[in-house]
C-alpha cells in the first residue's frame, strides 16, 4: 500500500501563485510517475502535470507555461509550483501515485479569486 499525503492548498487571487506538494510512503519500489490531477464540480477529473520515471514532463495544454512540476526521488515527494493563477484553475487537485498499481491522494483545495 502507497499512502499520499498533500499539502499547499488554499485561496489566492488571481496573477498568484501556490505551491503545492504531495510526499508517499509505504511499500514504494519502482515507481512509473507521480503527477497532479484536478476536478472540478460538474467536470472530469483531468491530469494537470505528471513526471514520469525517466524524468520526463507531460503537462496540461491549458497550464504550460504557467505551471511547474519536480519530483525528489530520494524523499518520493512531487511538488507542483502555480503561477500566474486564473480563476478558472479552481478545482480540487489530487496527487497521483502509480507503479503496479494506482493511488490517489485525499485532494486538496484550490481557489482562486478574480
Known amino acids: 500500500q502507497v499512502h499520499l499525503v498533500e499539502s499547499g492548498g488554499g485561496l489566492v487571487q488571481a496573477g498568484g501563485s501556490l505551491r503545492l506538494s504531495c510526499v508517499a510512503s509505504?511499500?514504494?519500489?519502482?515507481?512509473?510517475?507521480m503527477g497532479w490531477y484536478r476536478q472540478s464540480p460538474g467536470k472530469q477529473r483531468e491530469l494537470v502535470a505528471v513526471v514520469t520515471s525517466g524524468g520526463g514532463t507531460i503537462y496540461a495544454n491549458s497550464v504550460k507555461g504557467r505551471f511547474t512540476i519536480s519530483r525528489n526521488n530520494t524523499q518520493n515527494t512531487v511538488v507542483l509550483q502555480m503561477n500566474s493563477l486564473k480563476p478558472e484553475d479552481t478545482a480540487v487537485y489530487y496527487c497521483?501515485?502509480?507503479?503496479?498499481?494506482?493511488?490517489w491522494g485525499q485532494g486538496t483545495q484550490v481557489t482562486v479569486s478574480s
Open positions: 497521483r501515485y502509480s507503479d503496479s498499481g494506482v493511488y
Open positions: 509505504g511499500s514504494i519500489f519502482d515507481i512509473k510517475a
